[in-house]
Nanobody, 127 residues
């Protein structure tokens, strides 16, 4: 069993930056691939970024490439999402997720492939 707790959300102006964190419990954290998803009001949950268990491989949604960076610190059981050049369309609740069955693009970009989810952290980008 893995518990995930996100933090770092808040209100920021267009062009600003935020860093989200997701702290995980459990001794097997460093064996899990991890990801960030987001859900804007009235919209479906969308994939944002994923990182392999060892941090060597990543995937990003086209909408965040070049602006967001996913990383992890297995010693701290934590993953991060550095978000730069934020836009109003980045406004959403951001969720971290763990343990897809494999690290192929089609698998990690689909939310139903993840076994564990955090409660989410709100990001609001003002125009």
């Amino acid at each position: 069993q893995v518990q995930l707790v996100e933090s770092g959300g808040g209100l920021v102006q267009t062009g600003g930056s935020l860093r989200l964190s997701c702290a995980a419990s459990g001794r097997t954290f460093n064996t899990y691939h991890m990801a960030w998803f987001r859900q804007a009001p009235g919209k479906e949950r969308d994939f944002v970024a994923a990182i392999s268990w060892n941090g060597r491989s990543t995937y990003y949604a086209d909408s965040v490439k070049g602006r967001f960076t996913i990383s992890r610190d297995n010693a701290k059981n934590t993953i991060y999402l550095q978000m730069n050049s934020l836009k109003p369309e980045d406004t959403a609740v951001y969720y971290c997720a763990a343990a897809p069955s494999s690290f192929s693009e089609v698998v990690v970009t689909t939310g139903s492939n993840y076994s564990y989810w955090g409660q989410g952290t709100q990001v609001f980008v003002s125009s």
